[in-house]
């Protein structure tokens, strides 16, 4: 295995920050005010969907992304003696870019989050960041990103799920990799200066890269102006 200096030097963060900086720049202009069809009411689906035609026909020319978008991109595996789908997945947003020396595929899983505990085990769990450990996605990348759209206040939504990663039997199940100082999160992240903090997994031989472990970078997004009139039954996740 490469050491973790090693992978770092390597992986294309210019890239993967411009298109950290794309998608953030696409949500805070459509999250500006409540339109008809993206508003705090839309499900997850419909909000990357449109989110990532948004990125790719305005806000990608305009920054000179070169990479491709995806929205509801379709992975899985497939059994070649029988033809049978074994496994299937559809991330939310993926932007893969390359050049003559390295490629990368940098997924974001979005998940819609309220103060509730169950929007919390949605985020974390299996459904959630648990896809980038025992799941197949970003198999053999090194960097993915859990993006949280905040359907309440921040410091109600947030803290509460950092708190959660210190639990011991979540972060076995998640296969975290504390920090040098035993945390199990790195804040403020090391990968994206808008991150709120990040995560490191250990994985399956065969979905992880030379190194060993996938660093998730997790960001939470707010819309622009009030939700407080959002009922109960928009509070899904």
Not at 1 to 10: G, I, L, P
Not at 30 to 48: H, I, S, W
Not at 102 to 130: I, P
Not at 206 to 222: D, E, K, Q, R, W
């Amino acid at each position: 295995m490469t050491s973790t200096d090693d992978w770092r030097t390597a992986f294309p963060i210019q890239p993967a920050t411009e298109a950290v900086e794309a998608l953030r720049q696409a949500w805070t202009e459509l999250a500006a005010r409540p339109l008809r069809e993206f508003n705090e009411t839309t499900k997850e689906g419909a909000l990357t969907k449109r989110l990532k035609i948004y990125i790719e026909n305005v806000v990608a020319p305009q920054r000179g992304l070169l990479g491709m978008w995806s929205a509801e991109d379709i992975i899985g595996d497939l059994d070649p003696t029988t033809g049978e789908m074994v496994e299937e997945r559809r991330t939310d947003i993926c932007y893969g870019w390359m050049d003559q020396n390295q490629d990368m595929q940098l997924v974001f899983e979005f998940k819609r989050l309220g103060r509730q505990k169950r929007h919390r085990d949605h985020y974390l769990r299996d459904k959630g960041l648990g896809r980038f450990v025992t799941g197949i996605y970003s198999r053999r990348q090194s960097v993915a990103a859990m993006v949280g759209v905040l359907l309440d206040p921040e410091h109600e939504v947030v803290p509460p799920i950092r708190k959660a990663l210190g639990d011991a039997a979540l972060a076995a199940d998640l296969r975290l990799r504390p920090t040098a100082s035993g945390e199990p999160f790195t804040r403020p992240s090391t990968m994206f200066i808008s991150a709120d903090f990040d995560t490191e997994h250990e994985r399956e031989a065969a979905l992880t890269p030379a190194h060993g472990t996938i660093n998730v970078s997790h960001f939470f997004l707010a819309f622009s102006y009030p939700v407080s009139t959002r009922k109960s039954k928009k509070a899904r996740p």
